[in-house]
């Protein structure tokens, strides 16, 4: 492999993950104004990641293209007019694709500087499924003290993060995740209590959770039916946060709910927060960098995957089996 390929995984086709597979001989990004290329060393592996390589992303590619989100690594080049950046920096960043490779390029405005207690693979657990779950209780959700936190799909890795970011914020949390193993996952992980959301009783648990008045916020990366199924036992004045949909629908929410809860539905979209809101997402990267050097945040991955089982990564969270954040080993 020469100085200007690198090996990296490529979608030729938005097909199933079995067909996502390593390729030598892929030229290295070119740097341009305003971008740093970055030699990777830990990707994460997230649901936009399954849905752009699946053609069912609101932002389609060009194929072939190589997919990857976030990612973590070293400085390797900086493009003109980028400040506040030298080669060899450790850095965390996101984009929409490239980062299942061995270099990527990144916007500056979406990069990072790692402190040094901080790990790659820790930073891209945290770089986009904490700085959601943070966004989204803080500034979406307004989560006070004292209030009932419900996370749906509490075993995934928003979830995971929700749960974790909730009881540093002073909440209690109840965990719905659909299996045994996932329930247990998220208990230990924080959560004070965990249900399966496909029982019968599950309404009837949360009422007694909450003591009859319902649940405050609730974390939905989820969709599907299980959206209006929370939201019939949201409190009043409630806030319910939409992040994704995973079940692989989007729920169609009677409104009529919202008149009867005085409850409000509020989208949370972190890809816009560095644009939109430069210093709230500064603002939040540091409070994750705090929690995490002063050891009251602990993000850890679920599985880390070889580089060349990216497909397998990909499959897993398709078919619902992830625990945590799953990430891909590069470097």
């Known amino acids: 492999m020469s100085d ?28 341009t104004p305003g971008h ?68 990527a390029l990144a916007a500056a405005q979406s990069v990072t500087r790692l402190p040094d207690a901080i790990d790659f693979e820790t930073a891209t657990v945290f770089r986009v499924n904490y700085a959601t779950a943070l966004f989204a209780l803080k500034q979406r ?22 749960i974790e ?24 992980r924080g959560a004070d209590h965990a249900l399966d959301p496909q029982a019968e009783n599950f309404r009837d648990e949360l009422k007694r959770l909450t003591g009859g008045r319902g ?22 004045e409630g806030r319910h946060l939409v992040i994704g949909y995973a079940a692989g629908s989007i729920p169609k929410l009677p409104l009529n709910l919202t008149l009867l809860k005085g409850a409000e539905v ?13 210093a709230t997402a500064q603002e939040n990267l540091a409070q994750l960098f705090d929690w995490i050097v002063e050891g009251k945040l602990k993000p850890e991955p679920g599985v880390v995957y070889p580089f060349e089982k990216a497909g397998e990564a990909m499959a897993a969270l398709i078919e619902r089996r992830a625990l945590g954040k799953l990430l891909l080993r590069i470097d």
């Open 215 to 236: 649940v405050d916020v609730i974390v939905d990366p989820v969709g599907g039916d299980l959206s209006e199924l929370a939201f019939r036992s949201i409190a009043w």
């Open 141 to 162: 959700g307004l989560l006070k003290p004292g209030e009932t936190l419900l996370v749906l799909g509490a075993g995934g890795g928003i979830g995971v993060a929700a």
């Open 36 to 103: 740093l290329l970055i030699r990777v060393h830990v990707a994460g592996v997230s649901f936009v990641d399954m849905l752009i390589s699946s053609g069912r992303y609101q932002f389609k590619p060009q194929l072939p293209f190589t997919p990857g989100s976030e990612f973590a690594g070293v400085v390797e080049q900086i493009g003109e007019g980028v400040e506040g950046f030298a080669p060899g920096d450790r850095v965390v960043a996101s984009a929409f694709t490239g980062g299942f490779s061995q270099y």
């Open 266 to 278: 509020r989208g949370v979209d972190i890809a816009q927060v560095p644009r939109r809101a430069p």
């Open 4 to 31: 200007d390929t690198m090996k990296a995984i490529v979608c030729d086709a938005f097909d199933s993950p079995d067909t996502l597979a390593v390729r030598s001989g892929v030229a290295v990004p070119q740097v």
């Open 165 to 188: 970011i909730g009881k540093l914020m002073g909440a209690i949390v109840i965990a719905a995740a659909s299996s045994e193993e996932k329930r247990n996952y998220a208990l230990s």
